[in-house]
């Protein structure tokens, strides 16, 4: 029997923009109900959920952590987010592991960059969403224009079910709107204006309900408990609700309020895939077969790594042996844990609903689903701001490798990758603050250091027009010599182009035997040799010889793709070809023709959202057009808010982060998302060009 039943769980995550009060809300939530009694200050270094120590340094949330405590006969586990979207993957993490997010504004500041941001995860996996009105005791507080601004960017779905009583140092408690009554001197807005907004919003989650109340029958106390979760799950209600965590005043009311405002663990309908990879719905019994997902990693000094686990069906028991999507063969749990930000407690098991941690299980990892289904990944934003790394002390090569290989383990969006091409180890991030703080952890945790630079861009190379021609490999230098002889023709082939349709077109290729289609750089191989020109068996070594020629590039030394070659005649001498020959026949002839083809470079582009203040659209327009940009839109982010949609190079947004910071003073957000490869203009070409013969010069 597991320790907690279903019904009586409650999973939340609180997320919003920096300085919102989150962990001092979630260090107050622990103090009050006993489940922690030592001081807890985010000022102070003393705070329970900010235990790392780039977190006590910066004073403020890096990573996700995991509380719980017990209240009203509930059993809470609260997960502490980042407000930086720098750190948005920790965010997005904890969402997928809770059934509720809990919106935290600050009153005082309103609503935020990334409190949109949140809030739209939240509404993308399907999550209720409740609003929490802190520091409603802090200065400058307009409680109505506030209001009216949540409503406008969140929806009329959004209703108080609490009220304050005074504001700013006068801020002395709450009066519900769900049951007016009580003192409500010094209430900002008469709770009973709200009240009946409140029960219409919540009754129209039932139509028979719904036709009583319009006939004057109010509903039950049951029901409207049972409608409110309805309404929420179904985000025909948004309750907003008014606290001060620093002072406390209103937290008894906000921890009533989130036992009947946010949703059991068994409310949100879940999927999962089976062995033949048909969609299975996910029920919550305690009896059935273990569905539990890793919603975070953590690399804790002590205990190594944590996977932190919430489960939806089944029960998980210390001692059981598992399958998991992320590993080709079971493994054992040895011991579950229950998490109180860094502290650790043993526990036997988990039912539907409860988060656990596991420990030292490299099988799993961030998404990986626990039993025999599989549940979707969540939805991790791409990293796109890149720096090249190398360790500070030439010895440390290795250990930096292990130490990334950590990082990216734990932080879904952090990448490290060795490209081949530039021959640069590039660590990847959401932003430069992103990756400072991975720096600072290198250093502290793994006692590596790393300088950094800007990594080059990866182009790539490609060709234009179709393109003939041939290459002969001899080589004779006493003993057995060396020939090959290779013909080809080159043909563009552009990225979305079906390769069967393609090698298909007999009047394109009339004599092809065979193709092959490599998808990794979209190269298509086809053959045509007829009456044994080139034997077969030297096939395969002049596929080699392409393909190390496509990775060393032609013109400046970036991967080629979007390339068709098709091999249609040859030579071969019967004593001196061999394998070696008919490589560097192939890997010479591909060069040569790939330069008749009317060679160019492709650089990436990539998608740019930058959401800025309505006075600031200008100067970021303009400064688009400089980079290359081209306007895809516009549209309204409210709350005085405008959304920039634009395609861009990749070059010329590598440091866009520090322009926007000071067009917008700090107020400006983006994103970057890949979108396509692109032919680079031609000037941009010969500089590109001229600039990687330099460097290999330099290198010789």
């Given at each position: 029997m597991t320790k907690y039943q279903t019904e009586n769980i409650r999973n939340i995550a609180l997320c919003g923009h920096g300085n919102s009060g989150k962990t001092t809300?979630?260090?107050?939530?622990l103090n009050l109900t006993g489940a922690v009694k030592k001081p807890a200050s985010v000022d102070e270094g003393t705070s329970i959920c900010d235990f790392d120590e780039e977190e006590k340094s910066h004073k403020y949330t890096i990573e996700a952590s995991v509380i719980h405590f017990d209240h009203a006969g509930k059993h809470f586990?609260?997960?502490?987010?980042?407000g930086y979207p720098d750190f948005i993957g920790q965010t997005i993490g904890a969402l997928g592991g809770v059934d509720t997010a809990a919106i935290v504004i600050n009153a005082q500041s309103g609503i935020e960059v990334n409190t949109r941001r949140v809030?739209?995860?939240?509404?993308?996996?399907?999550?209720?969403?409740?609003?929490?009105?802190?520091?409603?005791?802090?200065?400058?507080?307009?409680?109505?224009k506030l209001l009216e601004s949540v409503k406008e960017v969140f929806g009329n779905e959004c209703v108080p079910v609490n009220v304050p009583l005074g504001h700013g140092p006068a801020f002395k408690g709450v009066v519900s709107t769900l049951k007016p009554g009580g003192e409500t001197a010094g209430a900002l807005i008469d709770p009973n204006e709200i009240h009946e907004n409140l029960i219409e919003t919540i009754v129209t989650a039932d139509e028979e309900v719904m036709e009583r109340y319009l006939e004057g029958n109010m509903p039950t106390e049951d029901e409207l408990a049972r409608l409110l979760v309805t309404a929420v799950s179904g985000g025909g209600l948004i309750p907003i609700l008014c606290v001060s965590g620093k002072s406390r005043t209103g937290l008894p009311e906000l921890l009533d309020a989130l036992t009947y405002c946010t949703l059991p663990p068994d409310v949100i309908p879940r999927q999962a895939k089976n062995a033949?990879?048909?969609?299975?719905?996910?029920?919550?019994?305690?009896?059935g077969p273990v569905?539990?997902?890793?919603?975070?990693?953590?690399?804790?000094p002590f205990v190594q790594k944590l996977s932190f686990i919430r489960v939806y069906s089944g029960t998980l028991k210390t001692g059981m042996s598992l399958n998991a999507s992320t590993s080709r063969r079971g493994f054992k749990i040895a011991q579950l844990f229950e998490m109180q930000a860094g502290e650790t407690q043993p526990v036997e098991e988990a039912g539907p609903g409860g988060i656990v941690a596991v420990a030292k299980l490299e099988e799993l990892h961030t998404c990986s689903t626990l039993g025999d289904f599989v549940m979707d990944r969540f939805p991790f934003p791409t990293p796109m701001v890149g720096l090249a790394a190398s360790p500070k002390s030439r010895g440390d090569e290795t250990k930096l490798s292990g130490a990334l290989a950590k990082l990216s383990?734990?932080?879904?969006?952090?990448?490290?990758?060795?490209?081949?091409?530039t021959k640069q180890l590039v660590i990847t991030g959401m932003s430069e603050l992103h990756l400072q703080i991975i720096q600072e952890r290198l250093k502290r945790r793994d006692k590596v250091e790393i300088e950094t630079k800007e990594p080059k861009i990866p182009y790539r190379e490609t060709i234009q027009i179709k393109g003939e021609g041939m290459y002969r490999h001899k080589k004779q230098s006493g003993g057995a010599g060396q020939f090959g002889e290779v013909h080809i023709r080159m043909y563009?082939?552009?990225?979305?182009?079906?390769?069967?349709?393609?090698?298909?077109?007999?009047?394109?290729?009339p004599s092809m035997k065979s193709f092959q289609h490599f998808p990794e750089n979209n190269f298509l191989w086809v053959d045509s040799i007829v009456g044994g020109t080139i034997p077969g068996n030297f096939m395969p070594a002049i596929e080699k010889g392409f393909k190390e020629r496509m990775v060393r590039g032609v013109i400046a030394g970036y991967q080629v793709q979007d390339v068709c070659v098709e091999v249609h005649f040859g030579k071969h001498h019967p004593v001196d070809s061999n394998e070696q020959a008919f490589k560097t026949a192939g890997s010479m002839a591909f060069k040569t023709v790939f330069m008749l083809s009317k060679p160019a470079l492709l650089e990436p582009i990539v998608i740019l959202e930058v959401t800025v203040p309505t006075n600031n659209v200008g100067d970021v327009s303009s400064d688009l057009s400089t980079r290359r940009g081209r306007p895809l839109g516009m549209e309204s982010a409210g709350g005085g808010l405008q959304t920039i949609r634009a395609e861009v190079p990749l070059s010329e947004v590598m440091t866009y982060s520090r322009t926007l910071a000071s067009m917008t003073g700090g107020q400006g957000s983006y994103s970057i998302e890949f979108d396509r490869y692109d032919v680079v203009p031609g000037n941009i070409q010969q500089q590109v060009i001229a600039s990687a013969k330099m460097e290999d010069e330099e290198d010789e």
């Open positions: 809300l979630a260090d107050a939530m586990n609260v997960i502490d987010t980042p809030f739209a995860e939240a509404k993308k996996m399907g999550l209720g969403r409740i609003i929490i009105l802190n520091k409603m005791d802090a200065d400058n507080i307009n409680f109505s033949e990879g048909e969609e299975v719905e996910v029920k919550f019994d305690a009896d569905i539990a997902q890793v919603f975070k990693t953590r690399i804790d383990d734990e932080d879904p969006t952090f990448l490290q990758d060795r490209n081949e091409q563009p082939f552009p990225g979305g182009t079906d390769p069967e349709t393609f090698a298909a077109n007999k009047e394109m290729f």
